[in-house]
């Protein structure tokens, strides 16, 4: 529901602006501390191998080096003395070091010396002789009889299959006037965030311990701490001040924070370790690479019966965000358009390639990519407009959504339309009718989007508000801010709720030991949950100065209104107070204590989306260019506009990328990343961006503060879709496999011009 606001919805300047925009802004990797050390990795040259023998002799001798440590004297157990290792955010399949690698990078033995030099030179002299085993890179291979065993788990699964059913699909199959089947890869799409992973640790004077990661989790990184290294939780405070990005990779743990940990326990000294471009590829994150075979059931008019889908999904050497995204991306491939028969099998697949995990959309921009191509396909066959299509099988308020609850509010269709208008639908060519070689298309696609984790995350957020004594307000939040805005946008739910100026909030984040408990900023969950608790501890704050007021105005409490740190009666309004004078200490009173503290824990909410594409395509060398991109988010409501357009170009930026460009090779005989740099890996930049239109539907919703839902993830789920439909538009060539190549699309071209002149 939306009310009339004053704060929220405006393009308030983010409480972070100044620092960014003249640099100094502090970064984990600007922090240089007295005395510190620096730390680097001895990474397997193997992806399947066993330790058979690591001399590291020379390295300790070399001066400048202050520890080595191995995977033969790191701690391998939990202190509780269980036999499993957790040295990682949720499967525990994974080891500080490890004596059997499992990926061309895995981590054998760490140095840590009076600078990266010096330890860089020291793993050259750490000797290791391997026992090397066959690998297996392609998770359908690894899936095989026979296939090389990564971690001894039935077929290389990392889990059960996860398996989404409603209804009967066999029934639903047999009711269909037509099926259709295809069959969709993706690419290993990295989230290319400018920071790469590092983390500080200073042993205190006092025992304790301080860790600057840059994490989107810091309390995940706390108490996986705390749990693999078996010391106490109040002796660890975790900082995550300024963040250059996260995209999800960085809620995971990387080894690097217990090793800091470990050589600065050792040493005694502080220890950096902060990963270089290339280990950032190599020893980060990806998204997973995942093979969808999709199949539906279509009525004559276009009424969905039946789809049933396989969703293979190659998690790499561990397990990391696997269970988590597979079972996201196959309820998401199970939903979207409304369909009552459907069973999807998701199957999370150790390999031996460098590590996938969480990355902006979780599963959702795989399962999206076949769906979306797949109606596309659907509709020309049948010979419907592709908007029709998905208006037919549109999802209303009430029916139940891929987390297993229900939509409170769906302007799906409105995003349809108004994208439609905007990029010209009705003026759209018949598929490959441009003329001339540079080819002209336009294409959409949609999505649906969960704020909160599922499916068995308990969501939680918490908020404490605290007035200071001029009537200013202290904010504080668990959730750190990767570097969305995140802080300006709940500062900006806080001063509205309480009826202060914005300019008065001032937000306490990213220190565990400054604020209550958050699980992290992930999924599309701070705004709308994060928000929701800071709403209510403003709330609460707001009824305390309230109580206040009624006192020194003499009216019920219920009569005041508060706007801009003002408070005045609703019917006297020259009866009036302020923040300021409630809470300035008068001599010989009692100094007034205000504290507000809130959370909120509720179920799933979604948001929608439809993206249009109008792409050229040249069909001389197949090079696509994309003219213009046009998102049209049901994001409930804007907190604060600019930063909500932030967020969705970026996610266009990213989707982009994903479409025609992005991909970690590895390569299929040694499994050694081929271009894990910023040279070989190429990203669009600035320059190359086209031209995008941001347009947010705000009707409102009951669950989140103010009626906003979820934005973060959901704009890169639909963009590449969106333009391979544009793509197909354009030149009538079909791209199943991201990303759509100049290649893919020439040689599409070529074969279409066989068909037709034999
Ligand atoms: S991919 Mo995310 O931060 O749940």
């Known amino acids: 529901m939306t009310t009339k606001t004053t704060v929220v919805g405006q393009r308030v300047t983010r409480v972070d602006a100044w620092e960014k925009t003249t640099g100094r802004a502090r970064y984990t990797a600007d922090i240089n501390l007295p005395g510190m050390l620096h730390a680097k990795i001895k990474r397997s040259p193997h992806a399947h191998a066993r330790v058979l023998r690591l001399d590291t002799h020379l390295a300790e001798q070399l001066p400048g080096?202050?520890?080595?440590?191995?995977?033969?004297?790191?701690?391998?157990?939990?202190?509780?003395?269980?036999?499993?290792?957790?040295?990682?955010?949720?499967?525990?399949?994974?080891?500080?070091?490890?004596?059997?690698?499992?990926?061309?990078?895995?981590?054998?033995?760490?140095?840590?010396?009076?600078?990266?030099?010096?330890?860089?030179?020291?793993?050259?002299?750490?000797?290791?002789?391997?026992?090397?085993?066959?690998?297996?890179?392609?998770?359908?291979?690894?899936?095989?009889?026979?296939?090389?065993?990564?971690?001894?788990?039935?077929?290389?699964?990392?889990?059960?299959?996860a398996i989404i059913a409603s209804g009967n699909v066999e029934a639903g199959f047999a009711e269909a006037d037509f099926i259709f089947e295809g069959r969709y890869s993706t690419s290993r799409h990295i989230p290319a965030f400018l920071e790469p992973y590092v983390c500080i640790c200073r042993p205190e004077s006092d025992g304790n311990l301080t860790v600057w990661s840059s994490t989107q989790a810091p309390f995940m990184v706390r108490g996986s701490l705390s749990e693999v290294l078996g010391i106490p939780m109040s002796n660890i405070r975790v900082l995550s001040e300024h963040m250059g990005g996260g995209f999800g990779a960085k809620q995971d743990l990387y080894q690097l924070e217990y090793l800091t940990v470990l050589l600065a326990r050792q040493t005694m000294r502080p220890v950096k370790m902060e990963f270089t471009r290339a280990e950032t590829f190599i020893a980060g994150r990806s998204r997973h690479p995942v093979v969808i075979e999709l199949k539906q059931g279509v009525k004559r008019d276009g009424t969905l019966t039946a789809?049933?889908?396989?969703?293979?999904?190659?998690?790499?050497?561990?397990?990391?965000?696997?269970?988590?995204?597979?079972?996201v991306g196959s309820s998401m491939l199970g939903s979207l358009h409304k369909c009552p028969n459907v069973y999807i099998e998701g199957?999370?697949?150790?390999?031996?390639?460098p590590i996938a995990g969480a990355f902006r959309g979780y599963g959702a921009p795989q399962a999206y990519f076949a769906l979306e191509t797949q109606m596309d396909e659907i509709a020309e066959a049948l010979q419907i407009d592709p908007i029709e299509l998905r208006l037919k099988n549109l999802f209303q308020v009430g029916d139940i959504g891929p987390a297993g609850t229900p939509f409170e509010s769906v302007e799906l269709g409105e995003c349809l339309r108004r994208g439609a208008e905007r990029i010209g639908w009705k003026n759209r060519r018949p598929v490959g009718s441009s003329p001339g070689t540079l080819k002209r298309g336009i294409g959409f696609a949609c999505q649906l989007h969960s704020a909160t984790a599922f499916p068995d995350t308990k969501e939680v957020a918490s908020a404490l508000v605290v007035a200071n004594e001029d009537g200013t307000i202290q904010l504080r939040i668990g959730a750190a801010d990767l570097g969305t805005g995140a802080k300006t946008v709940i500062a900006q739910i806080a001063a509205e709720e309480l009826g202060v100026r914005y300019e008065d909030?001032?937000?306490?984040?990213?220190?565990?030991?400054?604020?209550?408990?958050?699980?992290?900023?992930?999924?599309?969950?701070?705004?709308?949950?994060?928000?929701?608790?800071?709403?209510?501890?403003?709330?609460?704050?707001?009824?305390?100065?309230?109580?206040?007021?009624?006192?020194?105005?003499?009216?019920?409490?219920?009569?005041?209104?508060a706007l801009a740190g003002l408070i005045w009666v609703k019917d006297a309004p020259e009866r009036k107070t302020t923040f300021q004078e409630l809470l300035t200490p008068v001599r010989n009173e009692k100094i007034?204590?205000?504290?507000?503290?809130?959370?909120?824990?509720?179920?799933?909410?979604?948001?929608?989306?439809?993206?249009?594409?109008?792409?050229?395509?040249?069909?001389?060398?197949?090079?696509?260019?994309?003219?213009?991109?046009?998102?049209?988010?049901?994001?409930?409501?804007?907190?604060?506009?600019?930063?909500?357009?932030?967020?969705?170009?970026?996610?266009?930026?990213?989707?982009?990328?994903?479409?025609?460009?992005?991909?970690?090779?590895?390569?299929?005989?040694?499994?050694?990343?081929?271009?894990?740099?910023?040279?070989?890996?190429?990203?669009?930049?600035?320059?190359?961006?086209?031209?995008?239109?941001?347009?947010?539907?705000?009707?409102?919703?009951?669950?989140?503060?103010?009626?906003?839902?979820?934005?973060?993830?959901?704009?890169?789920?639909?963009?590449?879709?969106?333009?391979?439909?544009?793509?197909?538009?354009?030149?009538?060539?079909?791209?199943?496999?991201?990303?759509?190549?100049?290649?893919?699309?020439?040689?599409?071209?070529?074969?279409?011009?066989?068909?037709v002149r034999p």
């Open 505 to 561: 909030v001032r937000v306490v984040a990213g220190d565990t030991d400054s604020v209550p408990y958050d699980l992290g900023a992930y999924a599309s969950r701070t705004t709308f949950i994060v928000g929701g608790a800071a709403q209510r501890a403003a709330a609460s704050a707001k009824a305390q100065v309230f109580a206040l007021a009624a006192q020194k105005l003499s009216v019920d409490a219920s009569e005041l209104e």
């Open 65 to 161: 080096v202050k520890a080595v440590l191995t995977c033969f004297n790191v701690p391998r157990k939990l202190h509780a003395g269980q036999p499993e290792p957790r040295a990682s955010s949720l499967v525990p399949d994974q080891y500080i070091l490890t004596d059997t690698p499992c990926f061309r990078g895995d981590g054998v033995a760490v140095v840590a010396a009076i600078s990266e030099e010096v330890a860089e030179d020291a793993l050259g002299l750490i000797d290791v002789e391997y026992e090397v085993f066959p690998a297996v890179f392609d998770a359908e291979e690894a899936l095989r009889d026979g296939a090389p065993s990564v971690h001894g788990t039935e077929r290389n699964l990392v889990m059960p299959p």
């Open 592 to 755: 007034p204590i205000i504290i507000g503290q809130g959370e909120f824990s509720p179920k799933n909410d979604y948001s929608f989306a439809a993206q249009f594409a109008e792409v050229e395509v040249d069909a001389e060398t197949g090079l696509t260019r994309v003219l213009k991109l046009i998102a049209v988010h049901d994001i409930g409501k804007a907190i604060n506009p600019a930063s909500a357009e932030g967020q969705v170009e970026g996610g266009l930026h990213q989707g982009l990328g994903y479409a025609l460009m992005e991909d970690m090779v590895v390569d299929p005989i040694s499994g050694r990343t081929l271009n894990p740099n910023f040279v070989d890996y190429k990203l669009f930049t600035a320059e190359d961006m086209p031209e995008m239109q941001v347009d947010f539907i705000e009707s409102g919703d009951k669950v989140g503060p103010f009626g906003a839902k979820g934005v973060a993830e959901d704009s890169v789920c639909p963009t590449a879709p969106a333009i391979l439909n544009a793509i197909y538009n354009a030149t009538g060539v079909r791209v199943r496999e991201l990303p759509a190549s100049a290649e893919k699309i020439l040689a599409g071209l070529e074969f279409n011009q066989k068909e």
């Open 347 to 353: 199957l999370c697949v150790y390999t031996n390639a």
């Open 307 to 327: 789809r049933k889908a396989r969703y293979i999904s190659n998690s790499g050497a561990y397990g990391s965000h696997g269970p988590g995204v597979t079972w």
